[in-house]
């Protein structure tokens, strides 16, 4: 009998520093169960386009916290984003922290520093309005390793004058045609009441209209959105209450995790694939959405995560039709929300930090990268692909093996067991409208390949690797240069891919 403790997000907040010492212990990498290999075609046609491809999972990322983004490696990080995954803003929490020292008249001094250091970059922020500062809250209740105080204000006339004065300076600052391109969100997943929100529903909505109304007495142009819940709850209730009170909504936020409770999200438990969550909770958001008067509003599921290159494929693929941008928490390994880790490199659900610490890539950041290499219009397909034309007719295609793998429900690293449902399969994937003998080049990604867990293993799995172990493992995990080859009379190419692999099919 397994009793590896599997924590639900609710109990994120109680568990603190334990799980790094815990989360050390070993057990098998991706074991995958299921029949023996099996054939699956995709086939793509090369003549028919089919609207644009819309790159929604580059325009937000999540990371942590606003006074982390000061620190060299995750600048260094944020650098990889933008440069190789084409990343285009990242959201992250408490840039009224106390930590960054704005309290209650607005001393904006490492704000700048924060916002700076994005825009330098060339990444702009998704604006979290969050958390409270000391001196405006009501209660002492808090949050995480940094302390984030989750209190409502003791008074909205103050957090509202607060508001506006941090509008009125970002604008002063950085002018007003750069911050009309930002998006203000206001706080982070009230609903959990046990972390991050102490407040009832009705003063989360309070809170939301004053800060609406402080961002748009700075300019009406500015966009600012909500409610940020986890797990797609409140939407109709908050659109409900914005409808009422006239308070604006220029876009929808809200989050989904694989491992979200789905008899609380879609009234049945075990509904779905675990892969199959986070685009049925897109959906549903979408439908929410469309049946008020706010219908067509972006929306933006600006936290969701998976280390399965397929997963991720697949999840975002089948939710195109449904949201304006789709975010991963989070970008890099600098990471501090309940605890500061011990381990680098773990077996078992090695969670959050696409690029561990010391920017090594994982499996997540390099699909990623292959996503970013499609084109900006879709191609008509058939099979567990997205395929892409862009101008001067090449083409590229993502195709993957999906498989079930249980994701991190809470803590990453909190479990020493991942579960892989799956088999490897043979893809025949078949180009029509493709001239024979014509070459592609095939790059891949899998828990083997464009991955840092190999090397790491081979060397004994060392808690802290040295630095001359890093180098080796950051070089071993780096994309590999792309196979060379050569379709046949019937425009097709053969893939033999793992349980949840993916590769990139790219024109020559």
């Known amino acids: 009998m397994d009793e590896t403790p599997v924590w639900t997000r609710r109990e994120f907040a109680a568990m603190g520093g334990a799980v790094g010492a815990a989360a050390m212990t070993s057990a098998g990498w991706g074991q995958s169960v299921g029949g023996a290999n099996a054939t699956e075609l995709v086939e793509i046609d090369l003549r028919r386009e089919t609207g644009k491809l819309d790159h929604i999972w580059s325009r937000v990322m999540g990371s942590d916290r ?108 950085y002018g007003l ?24 529903q009705e003063e989360y909505f309070a809170l939301y209209k004053a800060s609406a109304h402080a961002v748009k007495t700075v300019d009406p142009a500015l966009r600012i959105g909500g409610p940020a819940t986890s797990a797609i709850q409140w939407i109709p209730q908050f659109l409900d209450y914005c409808e009422r009170t006239n308070s604006p909504v220029d876009f929808v936020s809200t989050h989904i995790y694989p491992g979200d409770d789905q008899a ?31 219908k067509g509003t972006e929306l933006w599921l600006n936290e969701w995560s998976s280390d399965s290159p397929a997963m991720i494929a697949h999840a975002i ?30 077996e078992g659900q090695n969670g ?9 890539p994982k499996p997540e950041f390099n699909t990623y990268k292959l996503l970013n290499r499609l084109g900006d219009r879709k191609l008509a397909a058939k099979g567990p692909t997205l395929a892409s034309t862009r101008d001067g007719g090449k083409f590229s295609a993502l195709v993957w093996n999906l498989a079930d793998v249980q994701q991190a429900p809470g803590i990453p690293g909190a479990s ?35 991955s840092p867990y190999p090397a790491w293993r081979a060397m004994g799995s060392p808690q802290y690797p040295t630095r001359e172990q890093m180098d080796i493992i950051r070089k071993s995990a780096e994309l590999a240069a792309p196979e060379l080859r050569t379709l046949n009379g019937r425009g097709e190419i053969t893939l033999d891919l793992p349980a949840e692999g993916v590769a990139l099919i790219e024109a020559v």
């Open 66 to 173: 606003a006074a982390i983004t000061m620190r060299e490696p995750w600048r260094k990080d944020l650098e990889r984003f933008k440069n190789e995954a084409g990343l285009r803003r990242v959201r992250f929490h408490g840039i009224f922290n106390d930590e960054l020292g704005v309290g209650a008249n607005g001393n904006f001094q490492n704000v700048n520093a924060v916002y700076d250091g994005l825009l330098n970059r060339g990444v702009q922020p998704f604006v979290e309005l969050s958390f409270m500062p000391r001196a405006l809250a009501s209660g002492k209740k808090e949050f995480g390793f940094y302390k984030a105080n989750v209190n409502p204000p003791t008074s909205t006339d103050k957090w509202s004058e607060l508001v506006e004065k941090f509008v009125s300076h970002l604008v002063q600052r």
């Open 317 to 346: 693929t089948q939710s195109l039709p449904h949201c304006h941008a789709m975010g991963q928490w989070q970008i890099s390994g600098e990471y501090e929300e309940n605890m500061v880790a011990n381990w680098v490199f773990k």
């Open 177 to 200: 045609s750069e911050v009309r391109q930002w998006y203000f969100e206001v706080w982070n997943e009230p609903n959990l009441t046990s972390w991050f929100w102490t407040g009832t």
């Open 416 to 450: 020493r067991d991942r579960r892989v449902t799956g088999t490897r399969k043979t893809m025949i994937v078949r180009m029509r409208g493709a001239q024979a003998g014509q070459q592609v080049q095939v790059t891949y990604v899998d828990q083997e390949r464009g």
């Open 352 to 360: 959050w930090g696409m690029l561990a610490r010391g920017s090594v």
């Open 264 to 294: 609380m999200i879609f009234g049945q438990a075990a509904k779905y694939k675990e892969y199959d969550v986070v685009p049925a909770g897109v959906a549903l958001a979408r439908k929410q959405i469309d049946a008020t008067r706010f």
